[in-house]
C-alpha cells in the first residue's frame, strides 16, 4: 500500500514515514499543496494524509480539487485545528475522516487501515468463487454447496484475501498486516490457528479439497483446482519452481510483505524516543522566537512577519508534542497560538500570558512522556490465573499463545465438573466460560449461578457465540463481569480480561447513553462495562436533563434519531448550558448524509459512530475522548 503524506512539519514528516514504513506501509512526502497535486496526478496512491494549513494549496482546497477531479482515493485530515466549523468543512470538502492533533500513533494507524479497507472493498463487488464455494463480498455471506458458512472475522477476511489473490503466496506476517488491525499484536501463531479454524469449518461444510495450501518455508497461498493445474501442464506453463521464484521476487518489491508485523508496535515506539530526543537538542532554538516576540511585544514593534512567524511555529509544536507524548506541552502551544493569532495579540495582558506560557513550555522535557494506551492495558500483575471453561482446544490455544504477553498464566478445563475442582481446591484470578457448548446453556448458566453465590469475589466474564439479547440479559442477571463474542480476537478477550483484573474499587469514567432501543442500549451496556466504565443508559428522552444532573456522566452518547427530542436537539441544550459544555458528545446514528454530519457537529459533537457499531472502533474513540478530556482537565489545574 503506497500513502502520501503532504505536511510542511519536518518533525512531523519524519514520525508519521517511519511509523507508517514500521507498519509497512510505503511513504512519499510533499510539503505543499502544489506539489502533492502533481504528485497524486503522476502516481497511484491508496491513501493521502493530508494536513489543512500547508503552503501554496491548503489543505481544503486540495481535498477539493481532487474530488471534483474525480478522485475516489481516501482522504485523512490531519490538523491542529480542532473547532467544529473546522471539522464540518474538511468533511464537506470531502474528506473521509479527520483527526486532530496531537494525534495518538495506534489509532492514527488503525484509522488508516480502516480507510484503506473501505477504500479497496468498492473496488470489486463481483462474487467469488472456488470449486464449489461462493463468497459475496457486499454481505459476506459465505456458502459451499447451497449451505451458508458462519465464519469469525479473522475467516472470512483470510478466505476473501486468498481468493482475491489466487496465484500469490502470503508469508504470516504479510498475512498479520493485512487481516489484522493496528491496535492488535499477535504472534505468527495466530495465523496458523486462524488458517486450521477455516479448514476445519470449510471441511465440516463438506469441501474435500484443501483450500488453503501450505508452502513450506514461503507461506499460504490458494490451492489451485485440478482443472487449473491440467490447463498449466498443458500449456507448458512456468514450473512450480520458478512460480516461487517469481512470487519471492515480487515479495521483495513490496516492503510492506517482508517486515515482522509483530516488531512494528516495538519500531514505533523507538521511532518517538528517536525523534522526542532530537527535538529536545534543538528545542531551545525553536522557542526563540517567542522570546523574540514577547521582547518586541514589550517595546511595542512586534511586526506582521515576527507575528505570524511565532503563531506558525506555535501552530506545528501543537501536533509534534502531543504526538511524542508530551500533551501538556501541546496543549501550551495551542494556547500560545492563540493568543498571537492578529485579533488577540494587542489584547490588555496578552504580552504576559505569552511570557508565562513560554516559560512553562521552555521545562516541557522535564516532565515524563505520557504512558500509551498499551502501556497502561499492559500493566496487569505477573501470573495471574485465568481459567477457562470451554472445550473449543482452538480458541483456548489461541489465548494460550497470547496470554504470557498479558502476564497471566492460562488453565483450560473443558468440563463443569473439572472447573468445580479447580475453582475450590486453587481459586483463579479470573473465569472466561464459554456459553456456546455442547453441553446445555441451563447447566451452563446454572453452574455461572452456583459460582457467583459460592465464589463472588472471582470476576466471571462469559464469551458465546451467539449474540441472543436474552443470554446477555441471563448472564447479566447473574451477576457477571462482562459478555464478550466469540469471534472478537484472544488479544481482545485478553484485553478485557486484563482491564477487569487491573481495575480498583473506583471507576475509571462514567459514560451516558441515550438512545430509543432498548436493545441497543443493552448490548452497549455488555460492551462496555468490561472496559471499567460505569454505564447510565436511557431510552426515554424526556427524562434527559434530571438524569444527567443526577449521575454527572463524564461522557454522552446520543442517538440521531429519537422521539419527542432528538440528539441533536439535546446536544444543542447540552452545549448551551455552562457547566456541560465541554462534556464530551458522541453521537450514534445510521446516516451518513452530509447534512445529517453537518447538523451533529453544528450542534457540538465531538465525534460519531456509524451503525451497525463496531465495538473495537466504539472502544477506541470513546478512549481518545476521555483521555482529551482529562488532560484538559489537568490543564486546568496547572493554568496561572
Known amino acids: 500500500m503506497k500513502i502520501l503524506v503532504v505536511e510542511d512539519d519536518q518533525i512531523t514528516i519524519n514520525l508519521l514515514t517511519r511509523a507508517l514504513n514500521a507498519h509497512n506501509y510505503t511513504v512519499n512526502t510533499a510539503a505543499d499543496g502544489e506539489t502533492a497535486l502533481q504528485l497524486v496526478q503522476a502516481y497511484d496512491y491508496d491513501l493521502i494524509i493530508l494536513d489543512v494549513m500547508i503552503p501554496k494549496i491548503d489543505g481544503i482546497t486540495l481535498c477539493r480539487v481532487l474530488r471534483s477531479g474525480g478522485s475516489q482515493m481516501p482522504i485523512l485530515l490531519v490538523t491542529a485545528l480542532d473547532s467544529i466549523r473546522d471539522r464540518v468543512q474538511g468533511l464537506e470538502a470531502g474528506a473521509d475522516d479527520y483527526v486532530v492533533k496531537p494525534f495518538n500513533l495506534p489509532e492514527l494507524i488503525a484509522r488508516i487501515r480502516a480507510l484503506l479497507r473501505r477504500g479497496s472493498a468498492t473496488l470489486s463487488s463481483t462474487t467469488l468463487t472456488w470449486e464449489k464455494l461462493q463468497v459475496n463480498p457486499d454481505t459476506t455471506e459465505v456458502i459451499y454447496e447451497e449451505k451458508v458458512l458462519h465464519l469469525t472475522p479473522k475467516e472470512y477476511n483470510l478466505l476473501e484475501l486468498f481468493l482475491r489473490n489466487p496465484r500469490r503466496i502470503f508469508s504470516r506476517g504479510a498475512i498479520l498486516d493485512r487481516v489484522w488491525s493496528a491496535g492488535e499484536f499477535p504472534q505468527e501463531e495466530a495465523v496458523t490457528a486462524h488458517i486450521k479454524g477455516l479448514r476445519q469449518k470449510l471441511k465440516a461444510a463438506g469441501m474435500n479439497v484443501d483450500l488453503v495450501e501450505t508452502v513450506y518455508g514461503l507461506g499460504y497461498r490458494l490451492k489451485s483446482l485440478p482443472e487449473e493445474i491440467d490447463n498449466q501442464k498443458n500449456s507448458h506453463k512456468t514450473t512450480e519452481s520458478a512460480k516461487i521464484q517469481e512470487t519471492l521476487s515480487a515479495e521483495s518489491s513490496q516492503p510492506i510483505d517482508e517486515v515482522d508485523n509483530n516488531l512494528a508496535p516495538i519500531k514505533v515506539l523507538s521511532v518517538v524516543a ?73 489584547n490588555p495582558g496578552a504580552d504576559r500570558q505569552i511570557e508565562v506560557l513560554v516559560n512553562f513550555l521552555q521545562h516541557i522535557f522535564d516532565l515524563p512522556p505520557a504512558e500509551s494506551d498499551n502501556q497502561a492495558v499492559s500493566g496487569v500483575a505477573e501470573q495471574r490465573r485465568l481459567l477457562i471453561i470451554d472445550d473449543d482446544t482452538l480458541l483456548s490455544d489461541r489465548i494460550e499463545i497470547e496470554a504470557s504477553d498479558w502476564g497471566l498464566q492460562v488453565e483450560v ?28 446453556k441451563e447447566n451452563r448458566l446454572a453452574f455461572l449461578a452456583e459460582i457467583r453465590r459460592q465464589k463472588p469475589e472471582i470476576p466471571v466474564m462469559v464469551i458465546s457465540e451467539h449474540n441472543q439479547l436474552s443470554d446477555r440479559v441471563e448472564v447479566a442477571r447473574l451477576g457477571t463481569s462482562g459478555f464478550l463474542s466469540k469471534s472478537i480476537p484472544p488479544v481482545d478477550l485478553l484485553k478485557a480480561v486484563a482491564l477487569l483484573l487491573d481495575q480498583t474499587g473506583s471507576v475509571e469514567a462514567k459514560v451516558m447513553v441515550v438512545d430509543d432501543d432498548v436493545h441497543l442500549l443493552a448490548a452497549l451496556k455488555m460492551i462496555l462495562q468490561p472496559w471499567g466504565f460505569q454505564i447510565t443508559t436511557l431510552d426515554e428522552p424526556q427524562n434527559f436533563w434530571e438524569v444527567l444532573e443526577a449521575t454527572s456522566p463524564d461522557l454522552l452518547i446520543l442517538d440521531v434519531e429519537m422521539p419527542s427530542y432528538s440528539g441533536i436537539e439535546l446536544c444543542l441544550a447540552v452545549r448551551n448550558d455552562l457547566r456541560w459544555s465541554q462534556l464530551p458528545v458522541l453521537f450514534l446514528t445510521a446516516h451518513s448524509e452530509s447534512e445529517i454530519v453537518r447538523q451533529m457537529f453544528v450542534a457540538g459533537a465531538d465525534d460519531y459512530i456509524n451503525k451497525p457499531i463496531v465495538e473495537p472502533e466504539l472502544i477506541a474513540r470513546i478512549l481518545n475522548r476521555l483521555e482529551r478530556q482529562q488532560l484538559r482537565h489537568k490543564l486546568g489545574q496547572i493554568q496561572p
Not at 486453587?426 to 455442547?438: E, H
Open 274 to 346: 528517536e525523534i522526542r530526543a532530537k527535538l529536545k537538542a534543538s528545542f531551545t532554538e525553536k522557542v526563540e522566537i517567542f522570546s523574540r516576540a514577547i521582547a518586541s511585544l514589550e517595546i511595542g514593534t512586534l511586526d506582521e512577519e515576527l507575528r505570524q512567524e511565532a503563531q506558525d511555529q506555535a501552530h506545528k509544536l501543537v501536533g509534534t508534542l502531543g504526538t511524542l507524548g508530551l500533551p501538556t506541552g501541546s496543549e501550551l502551544a495551542r494556547q500560545l497560538e492563540h493568543l498571537f493569532k492578529a485579533e488577540n495579540i494587542l
Open 413 to 440: 478445563t473443558h468440563s463443569l465438573q473439572g472447573a468445580r475442582n479447580l475453582i475450590f481446591q486453587q481459586p483463579p484470578d479470573a473465569i472466561l466460560l464459554d456459553l456456546s457448548s455442547p453441553e446445555t
